[in-house]
């Protein structure tokens, strides 16, 4: 199965990197607590002010879950693309194309309806 | 479904054969960063690395050997183990993708076929679409892993902006699929072999001269394909996950060293899956212009008088060779294109990624249905 190929490579990568890593460390040793500042995340040279529970849009909580509907939608359209000729070659032209343009419709109109709405505006 | 063979011997090299596609994108990596450093100073009219070596080209051996000698860094606010996984996986998915896409004709020996790819996988392009969007997961690790709020930001937008673009990109592919009916990458480089030949409308429309690739059936397809794949491995003008005036360096501000390294190679993979897909679906694959893999064989038997095993392998490279240009004609593009365009603003980004790529794939996909069933049913 072309899968054990997908999971051998996974695991092969997976010990690569694991072992770049510890190269690295032997190489490079680990870095020596010389000042407390050099451990500090990065904060543009200034004192550390904020923890990194800092606020986050919710515009980007309502990207994903708009993205998790419309993908859902263009999954759909996969087996229908890759159907769609033999379909129309066996007489069922009609049927299939008509059904995934009301199918459409109504994605076409989500996507208006999320426009309109505001839902992607970002200020 | 191609198995990875039946005998040990088979599995065996098969196996092989994706840890040497794997290297060779590796080794492919510090030549790509070579060629974007100089390319930019080409561009922006400097000199770029041009001390160490002849061009400069031993500059990466000497990176090399300082990515080495980097001292083992984790912030001390940061989760240790997330720090540390997500370089690690961020070479996965686009090196598991890379392998799905068939570099040249598949060598025929009389007992075993011998395909020039990791592994054939006959939902091809669903596959790479699942596996290549899992970089999302690697670059929100990175950031949550950092502990700093410039890593947060960037992974945020990052993963914001990669499953946005996908959508286009998804919707992009519809069109191509719908043209060739199948999933299967292999069997849509066969489809695009010979001469360009439309038929619909009860006409046939054929030109000798040109080659029946997906561009020409596909432009709109193929270029809202493109720019989403900038999008989806975050270069510019979509490398809002890093830009360097207002988060530092994004999601992997905190890393340095081999660490860094990965990530870069993580870049670039998704970088030649983006130009492997890019030939793949609208460039003919490995076909050399108009001319079928047959036609290449007996070319090259006739004209040469050898056996038709030597002819094989001869095909095979031959063909690898014709891929490997096409291919590093987009990545060459991918370089030029970061710069020479500017950054967009992050409202910027997502409105063109929702308002305007997504609708114009629709209408692609729609149209392209459209005129593949009216061209079947009715004659002009």
């Known amino acids: ?123 | 479904m191609t198995t990875m063979g039946s005998t040990t011997i088979e599995i065996a090299i098969n196996l092989v054969k994706t840890i040497l596609v794997f290297l060779m994108m590796v080794q492919a990596v510090p030549i790509l960063v070579w060629l974007e450093r100089r390319g930019s100073a080409f561009i922006q009219n400097r000199f770029g690395p041009n001390r160490v070596g002849p061009l400069g080209l031993v500059q990466l051996l000497a990176d090399a050997v300082k990515f080495l000698k980097k001292e083992d860094f984790v912030p001390e606010k940061g989760n240790r183990f997330l720090f540390y996984c997500a370089p690690v996986f961020a070479m996965i998915p686009g090196a598991i993708a890379y392998m799905a896409i068939p570099m040249s004709v598949p060598l025929v020996t009389e007992s075993y076929t011998f395909l020039i790819q990791g592994y054939e996988i006959n939902v091809g392009i669903v596959f790479i679409l699942g596996i290549s969007s899992l970089a999302a997961y690697t670059i929100l690790m990175a950031g949550w892993g950092s502990g700093s709020k410039f890593s947060l930001m960037g992974a945020l937008r990052a993963s914001a902006q990669i499953i946005s673009y996908e959508l286009a990109l998804g919707l992009a592919i519809v069109g191509v699929i719908l043209l060739y009916g199948t999933f299967n990458l292999a069997e849509m480089i066969q489809s695009q072999s010979g001469s360009l030949n439309f038929q619909g409308f009860g006409y046939t429309v054929a030109a000798n001269w040109l080659p029946n690739w997906g561009i020409f059936y596909q432009p709109i397809g193929a270029l809202l394909f493109f720019a989403a794949t900038f999008a989806e491995s975050n270069r510019l003008p979509f490398d809002l996950a890093e830009g360097e005036a207002e988060l530092v360096a994004g999601f992997h501000t905190e890393y340095g060293g081999f660490k860094m390294l990965m990530f870069f190679i993580g870049e670039y993979a998704h970088m030649m899956v983006a130009s492997g897909l890019m030939v793949t679906f609208f460039f003919g694959g490995y076909s050399i212009w108009n001319f079928s893999p047959e036609e290449v064989h007996s070319w090259i038997m006739n004209t040469f008088s050898v056996a038709p095993f030597t002819a094989n392998v001869l095909n095979s490279i031959i063909h690898f060779l014709s891929y490997t240009i096409k291919f590093a004609l987009f990545l060459w593009i991918f370089i030029h294109v970061r710069w020479t365009l500017p950054r967009f603003r992050y409202d910027q980004l997502m409105d063109l990624g929702w308002k305007t790529m997504l609708p114009w794939a629709l209408a692609n996909s729609i149209l392209t249905a459209a005129i593949i069933f009216i061209g079947s049913h009715f004659t002009l």
């Open chain 1, 1 to 123: 199965m072309p899968l054990g190929g997908v999971i051998f490579v996974t695991i092969f990568i997976a010990i690569f990197g694991t072992l770049l890593i510890y190269l690295a460390r032997w190489t490079g040793g680990k870095a020596k607590k010389t000042s407390q500042a050099k451990f500090d995340i990065y904060e543009c040279g200034i004192e550390v002010q904020e923890k990194k529970d800092t606020k986050v849009s919710v515009k980007f909580y309502l990207t994903a879950i708009l993205f998790i509907l419309f993908d859902i939608e263009v999954i759909f359209m996969f087996p229908w693309a890759s159907n769609f000729k033999s379909f129309i070659a066996s007489g069922a032209g009609v049927y299939i194309f008509s059904s995934m343009m009301i199918f459409l419709g109504i994605f076409i109109f989500g996507l208006w309806w999320e426009i309109k709405s505001k839902a992607l505006e970002w200020d």
